[in-house]
């Protein structure tokens, strides 16, 4: 019984050392990072970080709580991480700050809290509009957009559909439906950073987890 506790300490020390770069383990908590110590223009939220938390998760059972200090990234990346989360059953906690596509990762967790000095902002989504050419480009023939003009009726109802299925998110998480609106209110190039008080009044800091008792 000694030696394979031994063991199981070994490996999970080792674990540790192995881990990517943003990722970190404390005690049951892995932290997510993409603001300190990160080098090679990787700070931000990617596609690259999905498959890393995948793997840790799948070889670290104990972890039951995801650390976030991120001012967002990939809406798309955001989405996968936070269902990873959901499929975990991770709590989430903010220390630092937590932007954009963050928060979709922050909302999936059970229990959800945010450390003092510590922030969560919103704003609108944004297409950049070299990453709106170059994804015409790229799939305009598939798609079969004869003018520039069709691309636009895409994404006029593409858009439409991404903002519902992001609001319907928000709500089936818990936040409050005004409140989620009210997200959306915000450029993309500024920060809406809510008061504690207010993310707790609507739903998104939760320190309890469901069907928990106080």
């Known amino acids: 019984m000694l030696i394979l506790f031994f063991l199981v300490l070994v490996s999970a ?15 049951k908590t892995l932290v997510y990072d993409t603001e300190t ?16 938390l995948r793997d840790i998760l799948k070889q670290s059972p104990e972890i039951s709580e995801l650390q976030l200090n991120s001012v967002g990234g990939s809406v798309y990346a955001g989405e996968e991480i936070a269902g990873l989360v959901l499929e975990y059953g991770l709590d989430t906690l903010v220390d630092g700050t937590c932007i954009s596509a963050c928060v979709d990762v922050f ?4 229990r959800r809290r945010m450390t003092i000095g510590s922030s969560i ?7 950049p509009s070299e990453a709106v050419h170059k994804y015409y480009r790229s799939e305009r023939k598939r798609r079969r957009w004869a003018t520039p003009f069709e ?9 439409q559909r991404e903002i519902y299925e992001h609001l319907s998110y928000m709500v089936a998480r818990g936040v409050d439906p005004g409140f ?9 190039d500024g920060e809406w950073y809510p008061s ?10 939760r320190e309890l987890r469901p069907g928990q008792n106080p």
């Open 37 to 52: 110590d990160v080098t090679d223009g990787l700070a931000e939220i990617t596609e690259e970080d999905v498959a890393h």
């Open 121 to 127: 902002g919103f704003h609108q989504r944004n297409w």
């Open 107 to 110: 909302l999936a967790g059970e």
């Open 151 to 159: 691309f636009g009726s895409w994404i006029y109802e593409d858009t």
């Open 13 to 27: 020390a080792a674990a540790r050392e192995g881990l990517p770069q943003k990722f970190s383990l404390q005690g």
């Open 196 to 205: 504690r008080l207010r993310l707790i009044a609507a739903g998104v800091l």
């Open 180 to 188: 989620a609106i009210e997200t959306l209110r915000t450029d993309p």
